[in-house]
């Protein structure tokens, strides 16, 4: 009987032990989710703060557009239209101030007092340091005694004489309206500027209005030095975040966002710490009873404590792994499980014969739906689109929602072609849900792991199936795997980017110029300039492959703009020597076709370096003209009467017809090399080049056939109207300064026409 009691004691004690220690485990877990949780609440609010404090700063801002545009078509010296343009806007406008001041006379005009006065303190100071419009710090108006914040805006009187409006509001009206309040009112809120001046305060009963600065409140004593620091150096970039202080023997939570439209205004919000602790303290309080009631009970009581404590658990393991829409994992819960799962494969554990094989899945053009149906339609498509994934994934692999309409798998394969099948047959199946009228279309990456041998954990194989993803979507394939060449051209492409401004400030850009001869070869008329790339350690890098990727990036504008004016200044200097010249084209980008400055940049870099009309040639690819015939017909002729010449290249390369030549107002056709390139019908090319050049003579323009590269190519032009040849037959691209030499002597290297 002792020795059953000695034994019951003992595992009382262990089971009051392992309860214990339990407890203390699970209340800080639970103090530190529900903490963390608390704060981004606040933080979430003070953003909303700061929201709303904008955009009455951007309505304020907005009136004075009005007021600009008003006073801007008045003369600065009719004093009493301008009072009367003032008084009508404060009119309905109770307690506002509006001020214009006439910067070349210093008169002011106010609303709350209707005379014309001159320039005080703080529109002197504003005057000297405003830019073009903004936010005001809080001032003292002179004439009300009032402290006041508002906004400004620069402009023009009809005159030409500069001038500045201001509305601004009594503080305490602004103060009132930025009132935040958190947690049953025990939270309040200030604004701070970028030295941490406090320029608005929250009307709250604990709000300390005894400082000026938010520094004076953190610098305490207690408060650790690098810890404030930190803090000063994240409201001066504009961050967003939390952080932790002492105050007078109280612990403090500083949840801080930037006011956005403001010259480095901060909105901060503050709480004590033991009110956001509160609802964690009392859970925390609950577990510590119930462990005692365990401890004392046993038995029951203690089978009762084991299944609360395991619902509480399971409901904090739900929220934080498990996506809440679609019951998917989250994408912690999934790096977790990948990681686990990679490493039991590593050790000869699970998955298929193959590997893992990882997916990632984006849903084309998923924010239509939202749209369109509406976002209750939204998440049932993702609703239903996850429990295919689920199904697919069955019990040895595992998917996840990384975000909207972005979703994870990792899934066993015995063979490539199985996992290869598994996406083809998700895409499939994603058909059959239809939403925004259309069957739901995916972009799919697949990275395996045979294919990526170097992955150490889910997240990079998870990488590597993104960068296939990315390839479906640039392709418009709806699935792409993963290879090494994918990688290799993806890093390629990062460290042409990374590169390519201190290539063209280094010069290794430069141009070659292909000469384009008459059909009989004896004269150069002309020449077509070529960028090109030269990598120091590597050699010439070929224009297919960097011109794409700076036509995707913009750089494409720059490099053009270069090759212009290098081209421009080789024309200069052959004039000034009095050699002779001809017409040199250069290739103009799409991209340069949306920029409204694109044509006086080329006529200023032309006007700058003297060249005359028609000596500079702009060729435009057939595929640009055709996406907006009306509009590019406009533009070319605005070309023409900038004094440029203008060419349409790559014809016959598209879609186009015959018939669109009669719109367009073009100098030159550049006939695309297909033409000479024998088809399934023998002699038709030709015929079609016959007759495209034929019109084009007809239409006055001159016609250049590209790409020509042997005698029986230029046997069969000698036999047309064409004017001009450009190919190998006659000259590769050449450095100019050889193009020149070509062009004085006048006659080519009948060496280079070759069978």
Not at 508 to 529: I, M, S
Request: with cysteine.
């Amino acid at each position: 009987m002792a020795s059953r009691k000695k034994l019951i004691s003992i595992l009382v004690a262990l089971v009051a032990v392992v309860v214990v220690a339990g407890t203390a485990l699970f209340a800080r877990f639970v103090q530190d989710s529900l903490w963390e949780k608390s704060v981004m609440d606040v933080l979430e609010a003070t953003a909303q703060g700061e929201h709303a404090l904008n955009t009455y700063f951007e309505k304020d801002l907005d009136t004075l557009d009005l007021l600009a545009a008003e006073l801007s078509a008045q003369s600065h010296n009719d004093r009493a239209r301008l009072a009367d343009k003032l008084a009508l806007f404060g009119m309905d406008d109770i307690g506002t101030v509006y001020v214009c001041v006439d910067l070349a006379t210093g008169e002011v005009y106010r609303t709350d007092d209707g005379r014309v006065g001159t320039l005080g303190a703080e529109e002197i100071a504003l005057a000297d340091t405003a830019s073009e419009r903004g936010v005001t710090d809080p001032f003292l108006d002179e004439r009300t005694g009032n402290n006041m914040v508002g906004v400004y805006e620069r402009f023009s009187f009809a005159d030409g004489t500069p001038g500045l409006v201001r509305k601004a509001r009594p503080l305490v009206d602004m103060e009132e309206r930025f009132s935040l309040s958190f947690y049953n009112d025990t939270g309040f809120s200030y604004v701070v500027n970028g030295d941490g001046d406090v320029v608005m305060r929250s009307q709250h009963r604990d709000s300390n209005r005894t400082f000026s600065n938010i520094f004076d409140i953190v610098g305490f004593e207690g408060n650790d030095e690098a810890d404030v620091e930190s803090f000063r150096a994240a409201l001066e970039q504009g961050a967003r975040g939390v952080a932790l202080f002492s105050y007078r023997g109280d612990e403090y939570v500083f949840c801080y966002t930037p006011l956005a439209g403001t010259d480095g205004w901060d909105v901060i919000s503050i709480i004590p710490n033991d009110v956001v602790m509160e609802q964690a303290n009392a859970i925390i309080n609950a577990t510590l009873l119930l462990c005692l009631v365990i401890v004392v009970g046993l038995g029951v009581v203690l089978a009762v404590y084991w299944r609360s404590s395991r619902a509480h658990r399971l409901e904090i393991e739900r929220m934080a792994f498990y996506d809440g829409l679609t019951g998917l994992y989250s994408a912690d819960k999934f790096r977790l499980e990948g990681d686990a799962r990679l490493a039991g494969l590593a050790r000869g554990e699970g998955g298929g014969a193959g590997g893992l094989a990882a997916v990632c899945i984006d849903i084309d053009n998923f924010k239509l739906i939202n749209d369109v149906d509406g976002y209750a339609r939204g998440d049932e498509v993702l609703r239903e689109f996850a429990a295919i994934l689920r199904e697919e994934a069955g019990s040895s692999g595992i998917a996840a929602r990384l975000s909207a309409d972005y979703f994870l798998l990792l899934i066993p394969y015995e063979r490539h072609e199985d996992a290869l099948d598994t996406c083809a047959r998700i895409a499939e199946r994603a058909r059959g849900i239809v939403a925004n009228g259309k069957p739901l279309s995916l972009h799919i990456g697949l990275c395996c792991t045979q294919d990526a041998p170097d992955a150490r954990d889910v997240n990079e194989l998870m990488d590597r199936a993104r960068i296939a993803q990315h390839e479906s979507r640039k392709r418009g394939a709806k699935l792409r795997a993963y290879s090494k060449p994918m990688r290799d051209a993806l890093l390629r492409r990062a460290d042409l980017e990374r590169s390519m401004e201190g290539a063209l400030r280094q010069g290794e850009f430069f141009h070659l110029v292909q000469p384009k001869y008459d059909v009989a070869g004896t004269r150069v008329l002309g020449g077509e300039a070529l960028v090109r790339w030269s990598r120091p350690g590597e050699g010439i890098v070929g224009p297919d492959e960097f011109i794409p990727l700076f036509e995707q990036n913009g750089f494409i504008l720059r490099l053009d703009e270069f090759v212009f004016e290098s081209v421009c200044r080789g024309l200069r200097a052959r004039l000034d020597a009095g050699l002779p010249v001809v017409p040199l084209s250069v290739n103009v980008s799409r991209l340069h076709l949306h920029r409204p400055d694109f044509l006086p940049t080329y006529v200023r870099i032309k006007d700058a370096h003297g060249i005359p009309d028609g000596l500079c040639e702009l060729e435009l690819t057939e595929s640009i003209v055709i996406e907006n015939l009306h509009g590019m017909s406009d533009i070319m002729e605005g070309m023409r009467r900038a004094g440029f010449r203008c060419a349409i290249d790559d014809f016959g390369s598209g879609q186009s017809s015959l018939n669109v030549l009669k719109d367009l107002p073009a100098d030159v056709l550049k006939l695309d090399r297909d033409f000479l390139l024998e088809g399934s019908m023998p002699g038709t090319e030709e015929t079609v080049a016959r007759a495209v050049i034929t019109m084009a003579k007809e239409l006055r323009m001159e016609t250049v056939m590209e790409g020509v590269e042997t005698p029986k190519q230029l046997a069969f032009l000698r036999t047309t109207e064409c004017d001009m040849v450009q190919g190998f037959v006659f000259s590769r691209p050449v450095p100019p300064e050889e193009f020149y030499r070509l062009l004085d002597a006048g006659v080519p290297d009948e060496g280079r026409l070759q069978d």
